[in-house]
């Protein structure tokens, strides 16, 4: 089955900075990658998300980036702002038959600091 | 829309004893998904619905957990008998299902304590 590395597993960074963080997939057949933010105590809730077909997608300071051919897909947040701080989690999905199954990464703690 | 919605937030039992969360969906998604999250293990799909039908069951950690879903608008996930491992967060998302890939909208999670 599907497997998703994400790194890092912690970031830290301070307000008004960039971050990054990347995901990689084994399953050469998903094509739908969604980014997952969380804040305490509440459930995960979609951000941004890129299909197969699209190798950047940005909606104002969040852009994802894709390379099929790595099997590797990135999130980049720039000019960061405490409201940021949250666990990030990528996740990849096939489609088909799997009514849109996804496998999710191990999560990352972003912590902005003012 | 209210969003998905779960019931109960917290619960807190002792080991050997049933538990039921349950799950509303939004209105008109046909795909239903129940999450297990640990520090330890991130989230977990447990099982998934498609138009009320298990698709995929192979995250079902033992047989003391089974999960239904009788009718569009609702879903139960029961442990019996439960056991302190048991204890994390426990998502249930919808999607508007299909063969495509489609957003998963999550509740806000029933937080479980087994003692």
């Known amino acids: 089955g599907e497997n998703v590395e994400q790194h890092p597993s912690t970031l830290s960074v301070q307000e008004g900075d960039s971050a990054v963080i990347k995901c990689t997939y084994s399953?050469?057949?998903?094509?739908?990658f969604p980014w997952y933010k969380q804040e305490l105590g509440k459930g995960p809730q979609l951000i941004i998300d890129?299909?197969?077909?699209?190798g950047e997608k940005k909606d104002q300071r969040i852009a994802v980036t894709l390379n099929k051919t790595a099997k590797h897909f990135s999130l980049h947040i720039t000019e960061t702002q405490p409201e940021d701080s949250a666990v990030y989690f990528c996740?990849?999905?096939?489609?088909?038959?799997?009514?849109?199954?996804?496998?999710f990464g191990q999560g990352t703690i972003l912590t902005v600091h003012p | 829309d209210a969003g998905v919605i779960q019931s109960p937030r917290h619960e807190v039992t002792e080991m050997g004893q049933e538990v039921t969360l349950r799950c509303k969906p939004i209105?008109?998604?046909?795909?239903l998904f129940w999450y297990r999250q640990t520090m330890m293990r991130g989230l977990e799909l447990l099982i998934y619905?498609?138009?009320?039908?298990?698709?995929?069951d192979s995250g079902m950690p033992e047989d003391r957990f089974s999960a239904k879903m009788p009718n569009a608008s609702f879903s139960t996930l029961k442990i019996q008998p439960s056991e302190p491992r048991d204890s994390a967060v426990y998502f249930c998302?919808?999607?508007?299902?299909?063969?495509?890939?489609?957003?998963?909208?999550f509740g806000p999670g029933t937080r479980l304590t087994v003692l």
């Open positions: 998302a919808s999607s508007q299902g299909g063969t495509g890939n489609n957003e998963q909208f």
């Open positions: 399953d050469s057949a998903s094509n739908y």
């Open positions: 890129i299909r197969s077909n699209v």
């Open positions: 996740a990849a999905s096939k489609g088909g038959t799997s009514y849109g199954k996804l496998t």
């Open positions: 209105s008109g998604h046909n795909s």
């Open positions: 619905f498609n138009n009320n039908v298990p698709i995929d």
